[in-house]
């Protein structure tokens, strides 16, 4: 895929989002260009997953605009009127964005390759046997080639996860945006996740968006980190930005704010089939 990369392909202005009398997004201003891996950081409650969730229209902002890939985002403007876009445009928009949850959001009575599939054939109507094709494709970009005929139950949560990313690049979005992607897994399968999200951008040149609380996976991983606390933007700039002092301004935290305590580094040597570093061991480590 292509895309002018001196252009910002999500452009947000003075996004605002409340439900009830709680300002969710309070005049987010945001813009990305395409190839580029953006990290959203900050405590629960930011505004975070908003944001994501106005980007890929499973809700709708209630003041501002969202430009993505040249166009507004769910409405028409008419005058200075806006209008909503009908439920067939939206979805045409919506295809622009690949989405993948924190719990990966799988049919658990669905083999890994019928969840990637379920959409194009069931919802897009696309060719049973094209649809195939290209989801064993994904699948071995992914590294799960073998686990085609596997239920969700009996692969690990990194797996799963990669079933997930597989299913988002099923619609050829020119954007993975990527809710809490790792919260739910041990070090390694984070790590292969990022990896796995990572290799799609630069190999495929998709823009990803990920939502972290891990600072130093936000650092190896991204280009640029953006923080926001209360529904508002509160630091954009580079990994290398991303100080300790700045960590602590984000989450409105003292100084014993240790973010040694969100870390998901492993060693160097470790190995994947390693108990040290499966998930009950891990978590085991972290309440000890």
């Keep these: 895929m292509s895309a002018d990369n001196s252009q910002p392909l999500v452009y947000a202005r003075s996004v605002g989002k409340s439900f009830g009398d709680f300002k969710a997004l309070t005049d987010v201003d945001i813009s990305v260009k395409a190839k580029e891996v953006v990290c959203i950081i900050g ?7 908003t944001f994501l969730r106005c980007l890929n229209q499973l809700e709708t902002y209630d003041r501002g605009s969202i430009w993505l890939d040249g166009e507004l985002v769910g409405y028409r403007k008419v005058g200075d009127v806006l209008h909503r876009l009908p439920e067939k445009e939206i979805a045409r928009q919506r295809r622009k964005t690949g989405m993948v949850f924190q719990r990966f959001n799988l049919f658990p009575h669905f083999t890994a390759l019928q969840n990637i599939i379920e959409g194009p054939c069931y919802v897009l109507k696309q060719n049973v046997e094209e649809a195939t094709a290209l989801a064993m494709k994904l699948l071995d970009s992914v590294g799960l080639r073998e686990k085609a005929s596997s239920y969700p139950a009996e692969l690990s949560g990194g797996q799963q996860q990669r079933v997930a990313i597989a299913r988002a690049l099923m619609q050829d979005p020119k954007i993975i945006l990527a809710d809490e992607p790792i919260a739910s897994l041990d070090p390694m399968n984070a790590q292969i996740v990022m990896d796995t999200l990572k290799k799609i951008n630069v190999e495929d040149g998709r823009m990803v968006i990920a939502n972290l609380h891990t600072l130093d996976t936000a650092r190896r991983y991204c280009d640029r980190v953006i923080g926001m606390r209360d529904g508002e933007v509160v630091f954009d700039g580079t990994a290398d930005e991303l100080t300790t002092s700045v960590a602590r301004e984000i989450y409105g935290a003292d100084d014993s704010f240790n973010e040694a ?15 040290a570093w499966s ?3 891990y978590a085991a480590a972290m309440v000890s």
């Design 279 to 281: 998930q009950p061991a």
């Design 43 to 49: 405590p629960s409650g930011s505004g975070k997953t």
């Design 261 to 275: 305590a969100t870390s998901t580094s492993i060693p160097a040597d470790a190995k994947a089939d390693d108990p």
